[in-house]
């Protein structure tokens, strides 16, 4: 039996937090509840969210695991989790943020199709292990290449877990080998979350994460690596996660129309209220995330109590000692930054959320204008409503105040 197998049921899944909300069960899907997520700039473990697409896979004998790296090169070759303990091992904090992040949102507007989510199919991680460009150089690969030899030009990541939109088949996915082979895109196959090691709802024994882009490109329980020469023809790479405009629907999609997404948009949430909220002050502290893919910071995060007449800069909650450094070389350019705004609100208020990267990218106002069959990247400002308690007056209801 092979080291890492992808079972054909789910009776054998990890345990996971209580407090997670499931969006569905079999295959697991899962988001913390917004409070939770800003509470800390790195995301625990257990409250990470969770998106399968299969059962999860098992590890039988760790030192039996192998990853094979092969395809367009010479040799292939196959790597124990103690070959890869020998490269140099790099940290690198990064958003993994779900295409299908505020999912539910869009589908409000005109129904899509997907998995639902609420506004935290994501979180912020620190993962560690070693640089995809490292690897690929044991098989004669160069730094910064974008082709080799014998013309391969993308880096397939290949799983072992059964997803039925493969029709049993593994989860796989590629990126640009000039992307894989670049130090600065920092690449990387982890072994470790939060400095331990990586457990399996995340993608034990190693997995790569692909820092700035849709988190279906950072495949879990890695197999083989491939070099290809044309980008990955699986099912998520050409079939799904792809941004069609709204006049495209399931009956005149042509999905060859458009290429797989890679980097994700700029994005923002409010997460200290829920859509429609009760509030006891007229005072409030609003609370959120803005994050933004391919390397770009985060410049600013805008908050309005009018329904985005008016706005505020709100101010970042960074880690503490580590000033935020828009679009700077540290690896802190994949995170997300987590915003605060002191706000006086009026009885029943629609507070408004967008932030700005430093390209100058701006959220759209409109769900309607980037309105999506597979519901993917809505990214339009986030509304919610905040409504004051009714005031009960010492007169009032007759029953003692608290
Ligand atoms: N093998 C495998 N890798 C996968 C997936 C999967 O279903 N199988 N889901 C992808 C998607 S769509 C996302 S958003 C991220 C989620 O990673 P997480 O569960 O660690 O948060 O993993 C990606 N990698
Ligand atoms: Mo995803």
């Not at 192998?66 to 303990?85: F, N, Q, Y």
């Not at 999609?253 to 509030?279: E, G, H, Y």
């Not at 880690?319 to 605060?340: H, T």
Request: charged share 25%; aromatic share 8%; with cysteine.
């Amino acid at each position: 039996m092979a080291a890492l197998v992808g079972p054909r049921e789910y009776s054998l899944e990890p345990q996971r937090h209580p407090s997670l909300r499931i969006n569905a069960k079999e295959p697991f899907n899962a988001e913390p509840p917004r409070a939770a997520l800003v509470s800390s700039y790195i995301t625990p473990v257990d409250l990470f969210f969770k998106r399968n697409h299969g059962p999860i896979p098992i590890v039988s004998d760790i030192d039996r695991y192998r990853v094979s790296v092969g395809g367009l090169v010479g040799k292939s070759i196959h790597l124990s989790m103690a070959d890869i303990r020998k490269l140099p091992k790099y940290t690198v904090t990064a958003t993994l943020q779900c295409a299908g992040n505020r999912r539910t949102a869009m589908s409000k507007r005109r129904k899509v199709r997907g998995v639902g989510w609420d506004v935290c199919a994501l979180g912020n991680a620190i993962w560690g292990g070693a640089r995809l460009c490292d690897v690929l150089e044991l098989v004669g690969i160069s730094k910064n290449s974008s082709a080799t030899v014998n013309g391969g030009k993308h880096v397939e990541f290949i799983s072992v877990d059964m997803c039925v939109e493969e029709n049993g088949g593994p989860y796989k996915a590629s990126i640009p080998l000039r992307q894989a082979t670049n130090p600065d895109a920092e690449v990387l196959l982890a072994y470790e979350m939060n400095g331990e090691v990586i457990n399996r709802d995340h993608g034990y024994p190693l997995r790569a994460v692909v820092p700035g882009v849709i988190g279906a490109r950072s495949v879990k329980w890695l197999d083989s690596i491939k070099i290809i020469k044309e980008e990955c023809q699986g099912f998520f790479m050409q079939k799904d996660y792809k941004m069609f405009p709204p006049i495209v629907d399931w009956h005149n999609i042509i999905w060859p129309t458009r290429k797989p997404q890679m980097d994700f948009p700029v994005q923002s949430a409010i997460c200290s209220l829920n859509d429609d909220d009760v509030v006891d002050s007229n005072k409030i502290t609003v609370t959120g995330y803005a994050v933004s893919g391919g390397g770009r910071g985060i410049e600013r995060a805008d908050i309005s109590v009018d329904g985005g007449k008016t706005w505020f800069e709100a101010r970042r909650q960074q880690k503490p000692g580590v000033p935020y450094v828009a679009d700077g070389v540290s690896s802190d350019r994949w995170a997300w930054v987590l915003f605060s705004a002191d706000v006086e609100v009026p009885a029943d208020a629609e507070i408004v959320a967008k932030a700005v990267d430093s390209a100058a990218n701006v959220q759209p106002e409109d769900v309607g204008t980037i309105w999506n069959l597979r519901g993917i990247l809505n990214t339009s400002w986030h509304r919610v409503r905040a409504r004051r308690t009714p005031r009960r007056s010492a007169a009032g209801l007759g029953h003692p105040r608290l």
